[in-house]
């Protein structure tokens, strides 16, 4: 099972069958959580991945996807046999090389911004889950209309328990913890 939770604005915690994952944490999480930071640091904490490439880490297959020549980091997650992508904010448009680096997507989380590379963006990973997450400075109202969440209640956690909606695409928004 995975359980999705927000702990900040752009900031997820996954709990998987083998452990945690803190996706652009602003503050040190749990000391057995794996961080994945947006921005590369020279000599990052241990159980912290902050580069762009490939890393197996407890059974999460992870790829860091390098925008900007590397400055911004967003994560393409395989674990428990979906597929999660995590995009750093503030949003750009991703070249094809990008999109073909970060593959088939189940679960989207990606922050509110521009609400036309937002679309954009969402058109092409077509997920079956979309995430969206409140970026600051986003046009936030507009994304979750273009998203079809408008009306859709905030919930602590998400979880995805025996598999994926089949059809469709479903839409979570994830309440910030305090």
């Not at 980091?73 to 750093?88: E, H, I, P, Q």
């Not at 994304?143 to 905030?154: F, H």
Request: glycine share 12%.
């Amino acid at each position: 099972m995975l359980t999705f939770t927000a702990l900040g604005p752009t900031t997820v915690r996954l709990q998987h069958p083998e452990g945690g994952l803190v996706v652009f944490p602003t503050t040190k999480g749990k000391s057995e959580d794996l961080q994945l930071r947006e921005k590369p640091d020279d000599e990052p904490a241990k159980g912290t991945v902050s580069w762009p490439g490939e890393y197996d880490i407890k059974g999460v297959a992870i790829r860091g996807i390098g925008h900007d020549e590397g400055a911004i980091v967003s994560y393409a997650v395989n674990v428990d046999g979906t597929r999660c992508a995590f995009l750093s904010s503030p949003l750009r448009d991703w070249s094809d090389h990008e999109l073909e680096l970060l593959g088939d997507i189940d679960v989207l989380a990606i922050p509110t911004g521009d609400p036309k590379i937002f679309q954009k963006l969402v058109d092409e990973i077509d997920p079956r889950v979309l995430i969206p997450l409140t970026a600051e400075g986003g046009k936030q109202a507009e994304c979750l209309k273009i998203s079809g969440a408008q009306g859709v209640e905030a919930v602590k956690e998400y979880k995805i328990k025996g598999g994926l909606p089949t059809e469709g695409r479903e839409v979570v928004l994830l309440e910030v913890k305090k």
